[in-house]
């Protein structure tokens, strides 16, 4: 299976920073990538797919980058709503697995 | 609108087997794979397999095989997950979702608590 790494493991953020969230497969996946947002008692949420297109009716501040083993998601100016748990996942091949998050906090 | 309604909350006690109900509302069922991932308290996601709702075809992953079962009943755009052989370390939060680019439709997840 695809090892997915997430880092760092946790980050802590104001309101408006800039944040920047890496994720490393263990070979190369092309961009074969998405995000997601997770948030307490929720299901995730669909963020970014392969690798830089963001879905439908997410906030243009999100964004992504990457391909091959190299990813990483920014938030351009960090917002109230964005505290939240970000986790990354292939679909290169099956099974497709996930990082192990990143808890963005205050 | 798209959604996914999942069955409610079990209680089950080790070794039993658990099944829980997908209802897809506001697509063509048939059109898109079905994933089943779960969380454990606290813990990250772990996919265990996909169903193919037109064909009925299954693929699980390989922790799961042999005690996952996955099916579907078009009539009703239902997909369901049967889970057995229910141990401590299988108590989650179990979740449907679409396939599309990436998973883009979560249903709202289903406790499932194993304790004796």
């Known amino acids: 299976d695809i090892q997915m790494t997430q880092s760092p493991s946790s980050l802590s953020a104001s309101v408006g920073d800039r944040v920047t969230i890496t994720c490393r497969a263990s070979?190369?996946?092309?961009?074969?990538l998405s995000w997601y947002q997770q948030k307490p008692g929720e299901a995730p949420r669909l963020l970014v797919y392969?690798?830089?297109t963001l879905q439908s009716g997410v906030p243009s501040r999100f964004s992504g980058s990457g391909s091959g083993t190299d990813f990483s998601l920014s938030i351009s100016t960090v917002q109230p709503g964005d505290f939240a748990i970000y986790y990354c996942?292939?679909?290169?091949?099956?099974?497709?697995?996930f990082g192990q998050g990143t808890r963005v906090e205050i | 609108q798209v959604q996914l309604v999942q069955s409610g909350a079990e209680v089950k006690k080790p070794g039993a087997s658990v099944k829980v109900s997908c209802k897809a509302s506001?697509?063509?069922?048939?059109?898109?794979?079905l994933r089943w991932v779960r969380q454990a308290p606290g813990q990250g996601l772990e996919l265990l397999g996909w169903?193919?709702?037109?064909?009925?075809?299954?693929k699980y992953a390989q922790k799961f095989q042999g005690r996952v079962t996955m099916t579907r009943d078009t009539s009703i755009t239902t997909a369901y997950m049967d889970l057995s052989s229910l141990r401590s370390d299988d108590t989650a939060v179990y979740y449907c979702?679409?396939?599309?680019?990436?998973?883009?439709?979560w249903g709202q997840g289903t406790t499932v608590t194993v304790s004796s």
């Open positions: 979702a679409r396939s599309s680019h990436g998973l883009d439709v």
């Open positions: 506001g697509y063509t069922f048939s059109d898109y794979y």
């Open positions: 169903i193919n709702p037109n064909s009925g075809d299954t």
């Open positions: 070979q190369n996946i092309a961009t074969y």
């Open positions: 392969a690798a830089s």
């Open positions: 996942q292939h679909s290169y091949n099956f099974p497709w697995t």
